[in-house]
């Protein structure tokens, strides 16, 4: 179904459609919310918290310092030129849903699936080994399974 997810109007009949017709749904948005602020953003994961069938969202984030590492490099400025550019990368890191009804389950970090898939250069597969930090995961980019909160 083609929609412009920032007509509110729209999107709301749209999810509240499927919503309707739905037991339990699993929403993806990967590669999307990069291009949305902080605010569109918000906004999306209160919408999609209305319905009771979206029970889980997966979504894929970024750190501020990848973020900003991204916009720097060629392919930000390609975005940027394109009317695309990179914006969402929240400091809280997957607890940034939580305010807005979702609360992590799980959070994959993309450097780790890369690494245990055999996917990384020799450099980075070095750094591979290195020991993770203690405590909550911060997560350089990940893919991070939400689910509702009740």
């Known amino acids: 179904m083609p929609l412009d997810l920032s007509n509110v109007a729209e999107r709301r009949a749209l999810f509240d ?4 017709r739905a037991r339990k749904a699993l929403v993806l948005s990967e590669g999307l919310l990069i291009y949305l602020d902080a605010e569109q953003v918000s906004a999306l ?6 319905p009771p069938a979206f029970e889980r969202w997966i979504v894929d984030i970024a750190s501020p310092g990848l973020l900003q590492m991204m916009q720097r490099r060629g392919m930000g400025a390609m975005v940027t030129q394109a009317g695309a550019p990179y914006k969402f990368a929240p400091p809280e890191g997957p607890s940034f ?3 807005y009804g979702w609360t992590a389950v799980d959070v994959q970090a993309l450097f780790d699936n890369a690494a245990h ?7 980075m597969r070095l750094m ?8 909550p995961r911060r997560i350089w980019s990940g893919v991070c399974l939400l689910q509702r909160q009740r």
Not at 45 to 50: E, M, N, Q, S, V
Request: proline fraction near 11%.
């Open 128 to 135: 591979s080994f290195l020991p993770q930090p203690k405590g």
């Open 17 to 20: 459609r499927i919503g309707a």
């Open 117 to 123: 898939a055999g996917r990384l250069p020799l450099l």
């Open 45 to 50: 994961a209160r919408d999609l918290a209305t």
């Open 97 to 99: 849903f939580e305010r």
